[in-house]
C-alpha cells in the first residue's frame, strides 16, 4: 500500500507517494531528476548515486520510505542557472565524460569530497570513484576532472586543458636508435600527447581539443537517455527467461499470469507470429543464417526468450512470469566450442525452416577458408616451423546503461521505436518483417546511449516492445536488468585459435596457416563476421609469402556471443602477438626487432584481405590488391618504449626487487593494427542547412554512443564551413528525420560520417560562396574564404554568414542553403599503435598486478585529440579487463555464475594502472581531415602486452585468457616441474 | 531484489524485537544486501536507523564500541580505530554502498569473503545482541562463536566491540588490486600472541593456527580459486602475514 514519505530533496522538502517496495531511485525519477540512472538493483554501478545526508550514496538500494527524513541532493541542484557550476565546468573542460550516463554521480561525489577536502589526493579521488563504474574513460579523465576542480574551488587558475606537443624521435619511416630517447616528458596522464605531423597543416577546429557537444547536457543530468522521457499510459514489460541451457517447450499455460491484476500480455510462441531473422544489425542482406524467431518452442541457452508481459507495473509484470506455466523437455547441451561437432554432440537447431546452416548435423554453421600462395609448400620446406594454440574466453560488454527499449503507436498508427542502439536503421530495416509492418511504418529514434561497445550493435529488445506495443496499443518500456544483460545481452565470441607458423633462418616469415573454431553460442548473429574479422587481423598485420585461414563456426548453448568492440580482433591479436613473442624468443631475436621485420609498411599489400569479408572475391577477380597508405609505426614504438622503460627490461635489479622477494618485474609489447570501417559496404550521410543567424543544423545518421562522434563530426563541418563548432548544431539519430546511416560499429564513423559531414558541408560552403561573391559583387566566388563565421574576399571585404542567411533566406533569390552528401569509402586504412604493459607477477600467488599500460596509435589526424586519447584509455581498460579479470563463468548446466559486477569484476577508480595515451599524427589522405580509426584498436593489444610482459618477468607463456591468479600460479607450478 | 510489502521504522529496541518475531520480518540496516537480494521473495522491512545504534564510541579497557547501524564508511573515518581495521572497512565496499552498509549487516551477513570480519575476529571482537528468546536481557557473544553458530533466532545485533591495540598486517590475492580477496590473512600481535584470521577458506572468516594455518579447513571452491589454490593461499599469506608481525 502506498505512504507518503516527505525528505529534503535538493533543499526543499517533498513528499511523495511509495510503495513499500519502491527505491530512492524510482522515487526520485519519479520526481522528475532524470540524472539518477539505473545501473543495476544492488547498486554497484554508481550509476544512481546521490548525496544522502551529504554522503555519496547509491539510491538503488535505500527504501524510498528510508528516505523519510533524510536530505537527498541530486546534480539538479546545481542547475540553477544556465552556467555551469565550477565542478560540472572542470568534468566538462577535460573531456571527463563520454557518454555521461553516471555525469551525475561523479559531479556529485566530487562536491562531497572537496566540501570534506579542498585539496584530496589522488588517492582520496581514487577512493570516491571507486563506486562509480565506468566503462568508458577508464577514471583518467574523470581524477583529472577532480583535480581541475579542487583547484578552480580554492582559486587558483588552471590553464586549458590541451595536448601536450612533442617533436618526433623518427622521420616517420625509419625505426629510432634503441632505448636512446632519454626521459618520457612530464604531464598528468589525463592529457595525450601528441606527435605531430609535418604534411599536416594548423586547422581552425579539426585537431583542436573541443569540448563535446553534449557537453552541457550531460554535465546538468538533463534528460537526454532513452528511459528520460515517460509516454502517458506505458506499461512495463518482462521476459521469461529459460532456466535450461537446451529444451524443447511442449507447452505453455499462460491462463493463470493472464489473469494477474494490470497485465494487458502475454506472448510466448503460441500467439506470436513465426517470422525467422538474424539479430545482428548489419548490412541488407543479414548474413545468414536466420535460425532466430521472436518466441520460438525451443530455447537454446539458459536465460532465452520464453514469453514476455506487458503490465501497469513492474511488479505485475513479474508477478504474471511467476505463474506462467512452461512444459519442458529438457535436453542435453554442448558449451565447448571444441566439442561442439563431436558426432555425439546435441544438435543445437534441428528445426527444418532454418537455412544455410552449413551443417546442422554438427552444429557447423560456417566453414570459412582463405588462401594465398602455396601454404603447404612454405611449411614443408622452412627452417622453422612454429605451432601453438590458444583459447580466449567469453566476455560481457557491459555498458552500465543496460538494453532499454519503448514502443508505441503513433497518432498515425506508424511503430515509434525509442531505444538504446548503435543501429537505428538497421533495427528498423530488421523489425518490420516481424512485426508485419513495412518500413515505413516504422520510426526508430536513438537518443542518448549510456556505452554500447558492440551489445547495442543488434535487435536484441526492439522486436518484444514492439509486439507488446501491437497487442495492447498502449506504449510499453522493457529494460534489462543487469543479469540479464550478462546471460541475455550478446557477448564476445570465445574461440581456439591455432598457428602454424613458418620462418626463414633470418627471422623473416615464410607461412601463416591460422585456424579457428568460433563460438557463435545459439545463433549466428555476427557469427560470421566476427570470425571474418578475427581472420583478416589476425593474417594481414604481418607479411608472409603464404596464408591461409581455416575457420569452423559452430553453435552451442552458451549466451549469445554478437558484436564486441574489436569484433574479433582481440581474439586473434592476442594468439598473434603472443605467438610471434614466442618465435622470436624461440630463434634468440629481440622480439619487437622480429616484428618489425616482418610487419606490415606502407606500401605493402594487405595480401589475404580481399579474400575476406562480407564481400569476399578471389584472387583471379582482382585488380590489385589494397595497400598500406599511411603508418605511423615506428613512431609509435619509439614513443612507447621511451614512456615505458623499456631499457629496464634487461635491468635485474628492477625485474627482481630485492626488498620483495614474491615479486617479478617484466614489460610486454604488442604490435596492432586494425581497420578503419568496412570498405564498399559502410555506409553514412549527413544534412546541413544554413539558420538565419548563420548556425548551421547537422542532421546524421551516426550514433554517438559516447565516443564524441557528434562533436567530431561537428568539428569535421566547422573547419569547412569556417565556424566554431558551436555554430553547429548536431542531431542524430532518428529514421524519419536524420540521413541513413549503417550504424556505430567497424571504428566507421569518423572515416565515413564524417566525410559525408566534409561533403556536405562543401555543398554548403559552395552556395554561401556564391551568395557571398553576388553580395560582394565578386565576379569568381571560388575566391571567396570562409572563417571566423565571415566570408572573405581576396580583397579583404566580407560578409558575415548571418547577412549571407538573412539574404537568402529571406531578402533576394530566396533559397535554403543546405547540403547533403553521403560516403561510403573504397579504402581501409589501417590505424597502427604500439602497446606496452608493464606487470608485477608474484611468483608464490600467482596474482598479477598490472603497474602500467602505454598506448601509442597512429590514427591519422585526430579530429579532436581529447576525445581520442578517451576512447583509447578506455578501451584500453576494458582490453584489460579481457585479459586479466573478467569472464562469464558457466556451471555444467550452463548457467552463469557470476552475473552481477563484483563476481563479474570490471576495474574500478581505486586500482587503475598508470595509463598514458600517445597520439602519433600520420596523413591519411582517403580520411576527412587526414583521419584514421581509433574507436577499436586500443582493445586488440593489451592482452598479449601483459602475456608477454608475464613471460618477460617469469620465462612463463600462458595461452588462456584470462590472467587470473590461480591459473598463473598452476603455470608457475607447471613451469617449476 | 525481493518485494518489500510493508516498512516498518520502530523507534525502541523493545518495539523493533517484537516487529521482528514474525518469521516473515526483516532487520532492515544500509540496505546493501537486503535490497540488493535477487531471490524475489516477499517480506516486510524493520528499518533500524531510528534506534540510535549508530555511534561508534571508547569503551572501557581501551576497547571500541561499533554500534550496529554504525556505517562501514563510519568505521572508515573513525580515529579510535587502527589504519588496518579502517582500511578493511574501505577495501569492504566502494564509496557509493560503504556509506550505507552496517556492522550489524556485515556481521549479520558473515561473508566469507568479508576482510573487515577478518579483522574484527582478529581484534577479539564481541558481538552484542537483544532479544532471541533470552529472559537476562542483552547478551554478548564472541564474533568467532556467533558466526560458527549463526545468529540466534529472533535476537538482533546491537553492537560490536573490539580491541585496537596490537600490530596488524594484511596479506592478500585478489584478481585486481580492489578486488575481493579470494584469500586474505589478517594478523594481529598483541603481547605474547598472535592472531590470524583469515577469509575464503571456510564458511565465514576464521581464525587459524598461525603454526598449521591449514589445519581442519576443507574451503570450497570456486570460479576464483579452487580448494588446493585456496590452501595454498593460507599457507602463504599467513606466513606472509606473520612477517609483516615481526
Redesign the interface.
Known sequence: MA?DVTFELNGAPVTVAVE??H?LREALRSLGMFSVHYGS????T?AA?VL?DG????S????A??A?GHRVTTVESLNVSPELHPVQTAFVAVGAFQSGYSAG?MIL?TLALLEENPDPSEAEIR??????LDRETAYVKPVEAVKRAAAVLRGEDTEPFAPLVLEPLTDGYRPAPADTGGDAPEAPHAVPRLVPSREVPDMAVVGKPEVKVDAVRLAKGNPAFTDDIEPRGMLYAKVLRSPHAHARILGIDDSAARAVDGVHAVLHYGNTPRVKYASGGQSWPNPHPYDQVSFDDRVRHVGDRVAAVAAETV?EA?EAL?LIEVDYEVLPGVFDERFAMDPDAPRVHDEDDTTHICDPQRNLVHHIAAKRGDVDGNLAAAPHVFEQTFRVHQVQQCPIEPHISMAWLDSDERMVVRTATQVPFHTRRMLAPLIDMEIKDIRVIKPRIGGGFGAKQEMLIEDIVAHLAIATRRPVRLELDR?EEFFASRTRHPQTITYRTAVDDDGTLLAQDMSIIGNTGPYGTHGFTVQIVSGLRGLTSYNAASKRFDCHVVYTNIPVPGAYRGYGAPQAEFALEAHMEDIARALDLDPIEFKRRNWVKVGDEMDIAPHLGERAVAEEELDEYPKIMSSGIEECVAQGRREIGWHRRNDAVWKAPADRPNIRRGMGFAFCMHGTAIPFLDMGGCSIKLNDDGSFNMLIGATDLGTGADTVIGQIAAEVLGVPLDDIKVYSSDTDMTPFDTGAYASSTTYISGTAALRAAEAVRERLKARAAMLLEVDEPCTIELRDRRAYAADGRSVSLEEIALDSLHWQEQEQIMGTASHVSPDCPPPFAAQFAEVEV?V????V?VTKLVMAVDCGVAINPVTASGQVEGGMIQALGYA??E?I?LDDDGRM??P?F?PY?I??A??MPDTVVYLVQTMEDSGPFGAKAVAEIPKDGVAPAVRNAILDATGVAINDLPF???RV??ALKAAQT | ???????H?PSTLDEALDLLSSPERVA?G???TL??D?E?SDL??V?L?ALGLDAITAADGGWVRLGATATL?DVRRCDLLPDSLRDAA?AE????????ATVGGLVAKASAESLLLAGLLAHDCRVELAGGGSAAGPSESSLAELMAAGLPEGSLITAATVDPAGRTTVAA????????P?VAAYGRRTEGFVAMALTGVADHPVLVDVFDPTAGLDPAG?????RE?RL??AR??TARAMEGLR
Open positions: 505512504a513499500p517496495h527505491t538493483d544492488s547498486g554497484e554508481g548515486a544522502y554522503r555519496l550514496a547509491s538503488d538500494v535505500i527504501l520510505a528510508s523519510g554521480a561525489g577512493d570516491m570513484l571507486s563506486g562509480i511488479e513479474e511467476r543479469a608474484d608464490d600467488t600467482g596474482q598486478t586479466h579479470c569472464e563463468v555464475v557470476n552481477s563484483g569484476k576495474y574500478r581505486d586500482e587470473t591468479p590461480e600460479w598452476a | 531484489m525481493p518485494l518489500v510489502t510493508a516498512y521504522r532492515l544500509g540496505g546493501t535490497n540488493a535477487r524475489p516486510e522491512a528499518d536507523q564508511d574501505r565496499q566502494p564509496s557509493t554502498l560503504r556509506t550505507l590475492t585478489g584478481r585486481t588490486p580492489a578486488d575481493v579470494i570456486d570460479f576464483r580459486g579452487g589454490y595454498h593461499l602463504t599469506l
